[in-house]
């Protein structure tokens, strides 16, 4: 059974950064994607930022330029680092993994963010 455990959460002020890290049970390498999204109270879950198994990363346009996804494959774990946190990022923040064939889908019980003006 496949386990993403999400860590790296937590209460900033507004400018803050912090980095989210995602720790995989087996090699990150074994799904097409992973992924970070996010939701908040009242709102829809949100895609934030995924990376390809060949390493291409992509975003939501809103929020290119001020967070990065990245990996370690050796450690099978994803990040996510946010800088210049706004309170509009305050969300609960998943990480997804997926593979396409066969396919599979799994999501870790999130990190909470909380970012105070």
């Known amino acids: 059974q496949v386990q993403l455990v999400e860590s790296g959460g937590g209460l900033v002020q507004s400018g803050g950064s912090l980095r989210l890290s995602c720790a995989a049970s087996?090699?990150?390498?074994?799904?097409?994607?992973v992924a970070w999204y996010r939701q908040a109270p009242g709102k829809e879950r949100e895609s934030v930022a995924g990376?390809?198994?060949?390493?291409?990363?992509y975003y939501t346009g809103s929020l290119k330029g001020r967070f990065t996804i990245s990996r370690d494959n050796a450690k099978n774990t994803v990040y996510l680092q946010m800088n210049s946190l706004k309170p509009e990022d305050t969300a609960l923040y998943y990480c997804n993994a997926k593979s396409f064939l066969p396919p599979a889908d799994y999501w870790g019980q999130g990190t909470q963010v909380t970012v105070s003006s």
């Open positions: 990376i390809t198994r060949s390493g291409d990363r």
């Open positions: 087996g090699s990150i390498l074994s799904f097409n994607n």
